[in-house]
């Protein structure tokens, strides 16, 4: 376990060497947030519900759903994977005694925590200045069932960009694949709006995909729009997710390997 | 029992062709034609514990993917090797533990932090003692004279000082094989010579298996007692870098200058071929078996000689001579 320890800090030291670059990454997430403050006050001028949302609920869903998008973000490792395969860099690591699907996780674990520390300081910020307009639930077991909903989400989304990534076994150029992939999730997730403004149908198709229960439902539950047993069924739904997809890693690791030892790619 | 052996070991590779032009890229979306490229064919060698050979071979020869095989990277297509033991593409932990690779063009260093911090890695996935770790750490330090650059980051050292860096970095384990690929690579005279000694020094001393592959003559030369020389796949020559001249180079060159008027060219082709002439200087292969008569014929002819001097062909030009073939 040690030298996943020494990946991690080393994967922090070298983004602390580039700590300009995440600020200016904060920078673009704070106009994202802004755009959205901007579009959702202007619609509520005119109503005061909107599918069963009222204003300080809606900016609640922007605003907290905002750092839970950042919280479990990985930041682009589809594209470090597949590179890694693409180049052979690969090669210097199945050679080592060393698990390279660990590798990536433990780098990615180095690579959030500045990221997430940038975010939570702007989030507190944002939070405090929109105090009047938000909803602030301070109940101590939503507020751990949601940490652990995040953590998990965190992982999900991250072995969801491994598999990707991992498509370069057979793809040459998987940024397109990605890119859509990634919009596609994020929309499933519900981040760009609450899934609720959609018919009934499509959000009974999003509860088969693990999008969902990185974001919208963890915000349901903050909102108290689902009960504190739900979010735990959702936590399940989640863990189950996020089993299934180290399965189909360890699948698409196994073919994709066979190929790469058969053509070094 | 041999250190490394390997048996019939070949290696084939599929890829497609695709014809020029849009027409023949929109077809190629549904059906290809599928071609195998037979990189390695069918090779047997093997290695004593504590040789240093060079690989010696031009580019696309094979020289890469039979380390890759020995490595454990590919998986051969037919044959089998063996080293310390293990089957290489099993890649288990315990053969893993016990080589190391370093490939020339691709670096196993942290780029934007300081080499030191890839060695701590290395120490933690290799499993090293703390002592372990700093004696041979100071050793290494020691033998390739880099203290000073250990706390620097990676991307701003020369590619010499990255090269003595991806060495410790694969050697602080103390592996008993050590597989080289083109270490030289891009390297200026100087650096290039700096890594030779090392290696060298380093097989004398710790008597590491070593097997390098490189396409400049200058490190097989200096290193390699013995010499493998694969082309198209196959190995044409294994053997002594001595022997290897005797055997593809069954002459010696006469280096002869003249004084006076000089000489015809006519008046020297009865010797053997000619290589090079001018009035003045002429240069003639002969028999190895001929080589003292015939030197001993010229010096009494009456032709006006000045100076006579046998020399052993050059090893580049016979390496030159058998891939040309």
């Given at each position: 376990?040690?030298k996943?320890?020494k990946i991690?800090t080393n994967e922090f030291q070298r983004?602390l060497a580039?700590?300009?670059?995440?600020?200016?990454?904060?920078?673009?997430?704070?106009?994202?947030?802004?755009?959205?403050?901007?579009?959702?006050?202007?619609?509520?001028?005119?109503?005061?519900?909107?599918?069963?949302?009222?204003?300080?609920?809606?900016?609640?869903?922007?605003?907290?759903?905002?750092?839970?998008?950042?919280?479990?973000?990985?930041?682009?490792?589809?594209?470090?994977?597949?590179?890694?395969?693409?180049?052979?860099t690969?090669?210097n690591m199945?050679?080592k005694?060393?698990?390279?699907?660990?590798?990536?996780?433990?780098v990615?674990?180095g690579?959030?925590?500045?990221?997430?520390?940038?975010?939570?300081?702007?989030?507190?910020?944002?939070?405090?200045?929109?105090?009047?307009?938000?909803?602030?639930?301070?109940?101590?077991?939503?507020?751990?069932?949601?940490?652990?909903?995040?953590?998990?989400?965190?992982?999900?989304?991250?072995?969801?960009?491994?598999?990707?990534?991992?498509?370069?076994?057979?793809?040459?150029?998987?940024?397109?694949?990605?890119?859509?992939?990634?919009?596609?999730?994020?929309?499933?997730?519900?981040?760009?709006?609450?899934?609720?403004?959609?018919?009934?149908?499509?959000?009974?198709?999003?509860?088969?995909?693990?999008?969902?229960?990185?974001?919208?439902?963890?915000?349901?539950?903050?909102?108290?729009?689902?009960?504190?047993?739900?979010?735990?069924?959702?936590?399940?739904?989640?863990?189950?997710?996020?089993?299934?997809?180290?399965?189909?890693?360890?699948?698409?690791?196994?073919?994709?390997?066979?190929?790469?030892?058969?053509?070094?790619? | 029992?041999?250190?490394?052996?390997?048996?019939?070991?070949?290696?084939?590779?599929?890829?497609?062709?695709?014809?020029?032009?849009?027409?023949?890229?929109?077809?190629?979306?549904?059906?290809?034609?599928?071609?195998?490229?037979?990189?390695?064919?069918?090779?047997?060698?093997?290695?004593?514990?504590?040789?240093?050979?060079?690989?010696?071979?031009?580019?696309?020869?094979?020289?890469?993917?039979?380390?890759?095989?020995?490595?454990?990277?590919?998986?051969?297509?037919?044959?089998?090797?063996?080293?310390?033991?293990?089957?290489?593409?099993?890649?288990?932990?315990?053969?893993?533990?016990?080589?190391a690779l370093v490939m020339g063009q691709k670096n196993q260093l942290w780029w934007d932090l300081p080499a030191m911090e890839s060695f701590i890695l290395n120490k933690e996935i290799y499993?090293v003692?703390?002592?372990?770790f700093k004696k041979n750490l100071d050793e290494l330090v020691g033998l390739l004279d880099i203290k000073d650059i250990l706390d620097v980051q990676v991307r701003k050292l020369s590619l010499g000082q990255r090269m003595k860096c991806e060495l410790v970095a694969a050697l602080l384990h103390k592996p008993?094989?050590l597989?080289l690929?083109?270490p030289?690579?891009g390297l200026?005279?100087?650096a290039?010579?700096n890594i030779?000694?090392f290696?060298?020094?380093y097989?004398?001393?710790?008597?590491?298996?070593?097997?390098?592959?490189?396409?400049?003559?200058?490190?097989?030369?200096?290193?390699?007692?013995?010499?493998?020389?694969?082309?198209?796949?196959?190995?044409?020559?294994?053997?002594?870098?001595?022997?290897?001249?005797?055997?593809?180079?069954?002459?010696?060159?006469?280096?002869?200058?003249?004084?006076?008027?000089?000489?015809?060219?006519?008046?020297?082709?009865?010797?053997?071929?000619?290589?090079?002439?001018?009035?003045?200087?002429?240069?003639?292969?002969?028999?190895?078996?001929?080589?003292?008569?015939?030197?001993?014929?010229?010096?009494?002819?009456?032709?006006?000689?000045?100076?006579?001097?046998?020399?052993?062909?050059?090893?580049?030009?016979?390496?030159?001579?058998?891939?040309?073939?």
């Amino acid at each position: 376990m040690k030298k996943y320890w020494k990946i991690i800090t080393n994967e922090f030291q070298r983004h602390l060497a580039y700590r300009a670059n995440i600020v200016s990454y904060s920078f673009g997430h704070l106009f994202e947030i802004i755009s959205q403050i901007v579009i959702w006050t202007v619609i509520f001028q005119g109503t005061s519900m909107i599918k069963g949302y009222t204003y300080p609920e809606m900016m609640t869903y922007v605003i907290i759903g905002w750092f839970i998008l950042f919280a479990t973000s990985n930041y682009g490792f589809e594209e470090r994977i597949a590179k890694d395969i693409h180049q052979g860099t690969l090669s210097n690591m199945i050679v080592k005694p060393m698990s390279y699907v660990r590798y990536i996780i433990a780098v990615s674990m180095g690579r959030v925590v500045i990221a997430l520390i940038t975010v939570a300081v702007i989030e507190t910020v944002l939070i405090f200045l929109l105090r009047n307009k938000i909803i602030i639930n301070l109940d101590p077991a939503t507020l751990l069932l949601m940490l652990f909903m995040l953590l998990v989400a965190f992982f999900i989304k991250l072995l969801f960009s491994i598999l990707i990534g991992l498509i370069a076994f057979w793809i040459i150029e998987i940024s397109g694949t990605y890119f859509s992939l990634n919009i596609f999730s994020k929309f499933m997730s519900g981040a760009y709006f609450p899934m609720n403004l959609l018919p009934a149908v499509f959000v009974n198709i999003s509860l088969f995909f693990p999008f969902i229960y990185t974001f919208f439902i963890p915000l349901q539950l903050y909102l108290k729009k689902i009960t504190l047993i739900e979010g735990l069924r959702g936590l399940g739904v989640e863990l189950l997710w996020l089993f299934l997809l180290y399965l189909l890693i360890k699948l698409v690791w196994h073919f994709g390997l066979k190929k790469y030892e058969a053509a070094g790619v | 029992m041999k250190t490394i052996e390997v048996k019939n070991l070949s290696k084939v590779y599929e890829y497609y062709k695709k014809q020029p032009g849009l027409w023949a890229s929109v077809k190629g979306l549904f059906k290809r034609e599928k071609l195998f490229t037979e990189a390695v064919k069918g090779i047997n060698f093997s290695i004593e514990e504590g040789e240093l050979v060079g690989f010696l071979g031009p580019n696309g020869a094979g020289k890469t993917t039979t380390l890759k095989m020995l490595s454990g990277i590919l998986y051969p297509s037919s044959g089998e090797a063996t080293v310390l033991g293990f089957t290489p593409h099993k890649r288990q932990k315990e053969y893993q533990k016990q080589f190391a690779l370093v490939m020339g063009q691709k670096n196993q260093l942290w780029w934007d932090l300081p080499a030191m911090e890839s060695f701590i890695l290395n120490k933690e996935i290799y499993e090293v003692s703390d002592e372990d770790f700093k004696k041979n750490l100071d050793e290494l330090v020691g033998l390739l004279d880099i203290k000073d650059i250990l706390d620097v980051q990676v991307r701003k050292l020369s590619l010499g000082q990255r090269m003595k860096c991806e060495l410790v970095a694969a050697l602080l384990h103390k592996p008993k094989i050590l597989f080289l690929d083109e270490p030289t690579i891009g390297l200026d005279v100087v650096a290039q010579k700096n890594i030779r000694d090392f290696i060298k020094k380093y097989n004398q001393e710790q008597k590491t298996t070593i097997i390098l592959t490189s396409h400049y003559m200058d490190d097989i030369k200096e290193l390699c007692k013995r010499v493998v020389i694969i082309d198209h796949g196959t190995i044409i020559y294994d053997g002594a870098l001595d022997d290897l001249i005797k055997k593809y180079a069954p002459y010696k060159v006469l280096n002869i200058t003249f004084n006076d008027k000089g000489v015809e060219k006519t008046q020297v082709e009865k010797y053997g071929i000619i290589q090079k002439y001018n009035q003045y200087a002429v240069s003639i292969e002969v028999n190895r078996e001929e080589v003292k008569k015939v030197a001993t014929a010229i010096l009494s002819s009456d032709l006006p000689v000045d100076d006579i001097m046998i020399d052993e062909v050059d090893i580049d030009e016979v390496i030159r001579k058998i891939f040309k073939k």
